[in-house]
């Protein structure tokens, strides 16, 4: 079945980066959407950005233009997003999706990968 | 950027009672661009409903989303017990940026 499995939790000082990876199975990785949304702790759900697997384009929510890199590696299945400069506010659970467009943009979620906390704190 | 406002914010029923949750839009929402995703404590989101209305793969058909323009619905019709969560809105019509709603929590009475 399609799955995006992430990596584990991460404790982080503020001004580091971190970086991380969400790997596909399922389906073919390069056909679908990537995209990346956090949720801080006890709040709600906001969008970080998109990757096209197939050509590495990119789209980055404004708010975090210049802090966030998405990357990938299609030799085993896995996007990446990385974000740097990190603050105490940073401190989330990080989210991959998949997009529900095959080859296609549709911009709603489907699967979700099972989250990765990133806590931030000196 | 649109704004989602979900109301109410907690839903309190009981097994078997009908759920009717709102998100409000701030401007017209696209050609019905509309998501909604249910959440459990320590888990990710589902996926619902797309374009408003559409069931995703798996999702019982108690569940149904309606609405267009700046007013949409997600109506549980029976509540089971694994139905009680947080449900979230969200629009795609505008991207970027897309936009989230702030949930609404449907815990049992």
């Known amino acids: 079945q399609v799955q995006l499995v992430q990596s584990g939790a991460e404790v982080k000082k503020p001004g580091a980066s971190v970086k991380v990876s969400c790997k596909a199975s399922?389906?073919?990785?390069?056909?679908?959407?990537i995209h990346w949304v956090r949720q801080a702790p006890g709040q709600g759900l906001e969008w970080m950005g998109w990757?096209?697997?197939?050509?590495?384009?990119?789209q980055y929510a404004q708010k975090f233009q210049g802090r966030v890199t998405m990357t990938r590696d299609t030799s085993i299945d896995t996007a990446y997003m990385e974000l740097r400069r990190l603050r105490s506010d940073d401190t989330a659970v990080y989210y991959c999706?998949?997009?529900?467009?095959?080859?296609?943009?549709?911009?709603?979620?489907?699967?979700w990968g099972q989250g990765t906390l990133v806590t931030v704190s000196s | 950027e649109i704004v989602l406002t979900q109301s109410p914010g907690t839903l309190s029923l009981s097994p078997g009672e009908r759920a009717t949750l709102s998100c409000r839009a701030s401007q017209s929402v696209w050609s019905n661009y509309l998501a909604w995703y249910q959440q459990k404590p320590g888990q990710a989101p589902r996926l619902l409903i797309y374009?408003?209305?559409s069931r995703a793969t798996g999702i019982p058909d108690r569940f149904s989303g309606s609405g267009s323009g700046t007013d949409f619905t997600l109506t549980i019709s029976r509540l089971e017990p694994e139905d009680f969560a947080v449900y979230y809105c969200?629009?795609?019509?505008?991207?970027?940026?897309?936009?989230f709603g702030g949930g609404t929590k449907v815990e049992i009475k």
């Open positions: 374009g408003a209305y």
């Open positions: 969200q629009q795609y019509g505008t991207s970027p940026p897309l936009t």
């Open positions: 399922g389906y073919t990785f390069t056909d679908y959407y």
């Open positions: 999706a998949r997009d529900g467009g095959w080859y296609q943009l549709l911009f709603w979620f489907d699967p």
């Open positions: 990757i096209n697997p197939n050509s590495g384009g990119t």
